[in-house]
């Protein structure tokens, strides 16, 4: 949002956030975002930087959303001077340390002269760092060397985030303090968005599929429940993906990465922009074979975002994504099949001595209706994803007064699905739209500064799927429809926030969501009896609720140095209508009766910086959870089934370093490690198994929840060359470490744990290189120890004998349907060069 401020006499205070980080070794890239202290961006700052012992004076001017970027700085001290028409000018020196990153804080007071003030007062930074909760962000600086095949190479860095392999190689299901651990397949429980555009459709769903992180600038991460702010299917938190801005590339860049198992990634840049307006384009085409036998893959994406500013108080932004994607799929494993043959090869056609080879393979009719089965190998049976998501939104921003900006947008999110991933595939369309306005005023409240969020909202989603019965006959030959699902899902809500600053240091937080969602589905469940007339059973689900969320919260500053906060938030997300038809036999029928999960979480935390060479967060949490939703398969030819925990508890502690423990006489040294303990479990859960005739049940209160990791571990020591011959060479060794996890209610059988290595080295030629200073290269290994590991495991349905009591571990050890290998030793490499 953008404000201008008309000001005679008034005094303001805009910080300037400054974040310096290594280009390359003895360089460094100054970026940072000028704003006020309520987080309104100003645009068309004058910023200069130059070098204290003399050099070019570098010139910036800070765009539509206050941003602006030098690159190619040598290590050093540099003079900052920020100025802008309506303030008064502040000059500030800073050391540039090779590879070190750095925030500077500068103070404009407001000119005493009447001056007209633009500032670009975004909506989307109260949404992405909200006070008083705990957050953590990753640079570009941090993974622009590196080949980012995945979402999950960047987000590894941040405290709090875990993830597993989803439904594919490029799906990625990522976790913030475990609130999606309980599924293997796309983003539950955490909303998603990209540059202030909701990219989580109505129905919770959130795919990282088309998330490139070649195209990012940053990402920022909100942590703890958080549905005051963003509302429903905010249990976790939120995500906010940041695209470069025209003014950060200024030009045309393009890159190929190359790496093991044909792996290739094309992509190309391109930015402008200036004070009145801003544009950037990206798109890239990512393919590879894999290790693991039909696992290839084909993804385009396409990613455009556009600013203009209209007059000084009327703004518009516009943003498009496209993905498609082609991936083959595997079957997921047994424990058994995983530790006889993970990569599943020899596992292409179905053939006698696939048990034995540890091949697991899917069940269908030969008919495709009833009677006799044949099995089939995932390749035979032609498994794939074919999925297309498409969306197109505007955002529109005016002054109302000198503090007050009101902001509307729109978002159009289209995804198509065409999923024949086992027995049975599901192909659907569900278009979906999104509608947020809000007004953001910033000024005295009762006398103190203060910032006022007000918004409504409302999204809908059209659902129309079908599922059918995969046949023998390959590419997967569809039998008979066994369910076909239309239906609506909607939700209209309000958010009310304020943020008062008590005093100079401290910061009261207190909001409160409420939101109605209305979920309209009628499923027909096909059956074909053999011999007799096939039958339609429709279950019909007509659905409402009501939720509230409300939260407090408290910041305190005791200097600069050192951040304080603690915070009360609360939680909520409905069932979607894919989880109201599977019934606990994984097969499709009636599971209306699903409640909605809610949670009450507590966190309080810190964060230090230590001068210029030590920085430290910390955070601990603990979340009441009623009516927990847990997703676990009961086998591979059959539907993941949701049910309800009556009560539940997440408890743990996350914490980050970032130390240049020689930042005189060894300044390319960097120390960095993230960390989550995440203990999850069951106080109140009794499950009632069923296997033919006999029933039992089982006290699960005091049990582990399944699939969540409970110690996850990122490290890494970076070193970057300063200076000499070697400027320009960098290096990084990665260890990542991940605890076993159990996998079923009964805590019987785990998942075992894992420490990876990885080692990346670069090399980004300094300035004064000629055309060879254009390019960037880098090259990476993979997995050094070439290490089998589980890189994501469904949960397992717990069953019965024929005596009624409850199976042990080597029975769930055979159930299929749970298991992909990770990657073994690979090798990546790029190029990257700026036109």
Known sequence: MSTVWRMGGAFALVAASLTVGAQSAGEGVLSGQVTDLGSAAIVGAQIEAHAVHGGAVLHSVSDQQGRFSFSGVAAGAYHLRAAHDGFQEKQQEIDVIAGQGAVVKLALPVSTLT???????????????????????????????????????VLSLVPGVTFVQGNGPRDVAVSVRGASNRQIYGVRNVQLFEDGFPVTQPDGLGRTDLTDPHAYSSIDVVEGPSSALYGNYATGGAINFHTRSGSEIQGLEVGADFGSFGYYNDYATYGAGNDRYQFSGFVSNVRAD????????????????????????????????????????????????????????????????????????????ANGFNGTTQSLGAAQAGLNRHDRRTIVGARYEHDLTHNTTWQTQFVWDNRDANQPTSASAYRGTLPSFNVVSNLLRRGLFAGKQSTTYVAGSFNYENINSQSANLMPGGKAALGGTTQIVVGTHSNSGFR??????????WVLVAGLGGEYTALNALAQNYTYPVGG?????????????????????????????????????????????????????????????????????????????????????????????????????????????????????????????DWHPLPQTFSGLRLRASYLYDNQIYTDYTEQLTTGSAT????????????????????????????????????????????????????????????????STHYDPPAGHGALSRLRFFFDLQN????????????????????????????????????????????????????
């Open 115 to 153: 001056q007209n003030v633009t500032v670009e007062a975004q909506p989307a930074l109260m949404t992405e760092t909200p006070a008083s909760q705990t957050q953590a962000q990753v640079s570009r600086e941090d993974f622009k060397n590196s080949p980012a095949t995945t979402i999950a190479d």
């Open 290 to 365: 894999q290790a693991t036998v039909n696992n290839q893959y084909n993804t385009v994406t396409v990613n455009l975002l556009a600013t203009f500013a209209a007059t000084p108080r009327d703004r518009m932004t516009f943003k498009f994504i496209n993905n498609d994607l082609d991936t083959n799929l595997s079957i997921r494993l047994s424990r058994n099949q995983y530790q006889l043959n993970p990569y599943q090869q020899g596992c292409q056609v179905y053939n006698a001595g696939f048990a034995s080879n540890g091949c697991s393979s899917i069940s269908v009719y």
């Open 496 to 505: 009310v926030r304020e943020e008062l600053a008590l005093a100079e240091r």
């Open 533 to 657: 007339t096939p039958a339609i059973s429709p279950v019909n689900a007509d659905r409402t609720f009501f939720n509230l969320a409300p939260e407090v919260g408290v910041q305190f500053h005791p200097d600069r140095a050192l951040r304080l906060h603690a915070r009360l938030g609360t939680g909520y997300g409905t069932p979607q209508a894919t989880q109201l038809f599977t019934n606990a036999q994984g097969q499709f029928g009636n599971n209306i009766t699903l409640k909605t999960q809610r949670n009450i979480g507590v966190d309080g935390g810190a964060d230090w910086m230590f001068g210029s060479s030590l920085q430290l967060s910390a955070a601990v949490f603990y979340e009441w959870f009623h009516n927990e939703q847990v997703t676990q398969s009961p086998g591979v030819n059959l539907q993941s089934y949701t049910f309800n925990a009556p009560a539940s508890a997440h408890r743990g502690v996350q914490a980050s370093v």
């Open 696 to 759: 039992n049940s089982f006290s699960r209160s005091g049990n582990r929840i399944p699939g969540v990791q409970p110690h996850y571990l990122n490290a890494r020591v970076v070193y970057d060359q300063p200076s000499g011959l070697m400027r320009g060479f960098g290096a990084y060794v990665e260890t990542n470490w991940r605890a076993n996890y159990v996998l079923d209610n009964a805590n019987l059988l785990s998942a075992p744990g894992y420490t990876l290595w990885n080692l």
């Open 784 to 835: 050094l120890t070439n290490k089998t590991y589980i890189a994501s495991a469904g949960n397992l349905t717990n069953s019965l004998n024929a005596q009624g009591q409850q199976n042990g571990a080597a029975v769930l050890m055979n159930a299929s349907g749970s298991i992909y290998a990770g990657t073994p030793r690979a090798s990546y490499g790029g190029v990257r060069v700026r036109f």
